[in-house]
Structures are given as structure tokens and as C-alpha cells.
């Protein structure tokens, strides 16, 4: 625990709305800035400082933070929707390999129509980021925002038409592994969406100290970029050794294919949650330290 000494300015300033101690919940209205809970003994100071989050009331003021949260919320929800409906069709295909028994036909009971959901979910995206324009007057962060939505609106309606053509390449032409190559190629629009969005998750995730501070708990976006690439590579490799009837190189493709896409589509469900922490942080900012502090007349 670290705890920082109260400002001089504010040592002789009371709590003048209700904050409780974040040890014992005593109610410290009415103490001063610079003394300490009566029940527990904790610094008065402590309290307030878990309870203002001075970090974020520091950053530039978003004009509707609590539209941003929102679909930022939404965006990631698509995402997340939109790669689950591609990895379903090439992840029943490969679950349907690893079984040499083959009862599983796995495959078969998702209709190549079924990816145009992804399509639909790509438009969903593309949505979400009507309520995610970038404000102005937040300076160099503004920058970084701004390009992170275009790189997220081009990586959509790249993602858009992809999906539609490979639901209907599949469905036209079901023995080709056309559809695997487009969909193996949007692991590079894929890449760059990511980058997208950690710039985007670097300006307004600023705002949450639930995701600021949390390491562990934190989705790192290379790893997703990892096992986009990751993903890529086991599919090259599978349709080489497809291509060249090498069974085990085939296998080996399928199996990094399949635990790079579990790996990006568990990372994706935890930004979902990471990004409701930061959405419950706009929503609901915490107090400004001056009306948490003050001197009674
Ligand atoms: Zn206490």
C-alpha cells in the first residue's frame, strides 16, 4: 500500500460528502483531509483517494463518455461475434480431422450460409463506430483515437465483403479451399484492426482504474496479434500439406490452426470484459476530488 501524503493545500479541507473508509466502511464526513478514520485508524487521505481516482479525473473531459463506453462495449461484442461465426465452419472442419473415427460430422451441421453472419456482425461493427468518433480538443491522444477508427472502419468493410464472398464461395464451390485462403488472408486486415484498437484501448481505457492497474487481468493485444498470426500459419500449413498430401503436415497445420483460434477467440471474450470495466468507468465516473473535499463556511 502505498499511501501518499496529503497535498498541503488540502490538509485543513474536510469531507464533505459521504466517503467511507476503505478498511473499515466508517462514514468520514465531517473529518479532515489529514486524519484518520476513528474505527479503523487508515488515513482519511486513502479513502479519498480510492474513491476520486485522481488519474483519470487529470485527463481531458470526453464530450458523451458514456456513448464512447458504450460502443466501445458494442464494438468488441461484434468482433468477438464475427470471428466466432469464421472460426466455426474451419474449427468443426478441424475438430472433424482430429476424430479418426470421423462419427462427429461435425461439419455438416454448419451450412455454408451460416459466415454470413460474420458479414452481418462486420456491419454491426461498423455501427459501433458511429459513437465512437473521435473527440476534438483531447490533442495527441485525439490523433491516435481518430486513427484507430479508421483502421477499424477499413478492417470491417474489408470484413464485410471477405465473409460474404466465402459464404457464397462455399456454398457454390463446397470441395474448394478457396473460402480457407480468404479466410486465412484477413489475418492481415485482422493484425491491423488489432493495432486499432489497443491505440483506441490506450486513450479511453485511461479512464477506467479497474483497467489501468489491472496486469494480469489486462488482454494484451499482442497476444491476439500472436495468435493471428499463429492462426495463419497453421491454416498455410495445413493446405500445403493438403496440397502436397502430406497427412501429418496437414494434422500438425490443423492443430496450431486450432489452438491459435481458441487462443484469439478466449482474448477477444476477455476484452469484452475488460472493455465493460472501462464502460462501467464512463458510465459512472467517480467523484472529482472538489466534491469530495472542501472547507465549511
Ligand atoms: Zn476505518
Redesign the pocket.
Known amino acids: 500500500m502505498n499511501s501518499a501524503a496529503v497535498p498541503p493545500a488540502l490538509a485543513h479541507d474536510e469531507v464533505v460528502s459521504p466517503v467511507h473508509?476503505?478498511?473499515?466502511?466508517?462514514n468520514?464526513y465531517g473529518l479532515r483531509a489529514d486524519g484518520q478514520?476513528?474505527?479503523?485508524?487508515?488515513e482519511t487521505w486513502e479513502?479519498v483517494l480510492h474513491t476520486v481516482d485522481p488519474a483519470a479525473s487529470r485527463l481531458p473531459k470526453l464530450r458523451d463518455p458514456a456513448r464512447v463506453g458504450s460502443a466501445l462495449l458494442s464494438l468488441t461484442v461484434f468482433l468477438l461475434i464475427g470471428a466466432a461465426v469464421l472460426a466455426t465452419r474451419p474449427l468443426a472442419g478441424w475438430v472433424e480431422k482430429l476424430d479418426p473415427t470421423g462419427r462427429w460430422a461435425l461439419a455438416a451441421h454448419v451450412p455454408a450460409e451460416f459466415t454470413f453472419l460474420a458479414a452481418a456482425a462486420a456491419v454491426g461493427g461498423l455501427w459501433s463506430l458511429r459513437g465512437l468518433d473521435p473527440e476534438r480538443g483531447i490533442g495527441e491522444q485525439g490523433a491516435v483515437w481518430r486513427r484507430g477508427i479508421w483502421l477499424l472502419a477499413w478492417v470491417l468493410a474489408v470484413g464485410v465483403v471477405a465473409a460474404t464472398v466465402a459464404a457464397r464461395l462455399e456454398a457454390v464451390f463446397p470441395l474448394s479451399p478457396a473460402a480457407d485462403v480468404l479466410r486465412l488472408s484477413l489475418a492481415v486486415p485482422a493484425v491491423i484492426g488489432l493495432l486499432g484498437l489497443q491505440g483506441i484501448l490506450g486513450v479511453i481505457g485511461l479512464r477506467s482504474r479497474e483497467y489501468r492497474t489491472a496486469r494480469g487481468g489486462r488482454q494484451g493485444i499482442t497476444a491476439m496479434v500472436a495468435a493471428t498470426m499463429g492462426l495463419a500459419a497453421g491454416g498455410l500449413i495445413r493446405l500445403l500439406g493438403l496440397s502436397q498430401s502430406l497427412g501429418g503436415l496437414a494434422t500438425l497445420g490443423a492443430v496450431i490452426g486450432l489452438i491459435s483460434t481458441l487462443m484469439l477467440l478466449i482474448g477477444l471474450a476477455y476484452l469484452v470484459v475488460n472493455v465493460w470495466w472501462i464502460r462501467r468507468a464512463l458510465h459512472r465516473p467517480p467523484p472529482e476530488l472538489s466534491e469530495i473535499l472542501g472547507r465549511r463556511a
Request: overall charge positive.
Open positions: 473508509c476503505r478498511r473499515c466502511g466508517y468520514l478514520c476513528p474505527e479503523c485508524g487508515l479513502s
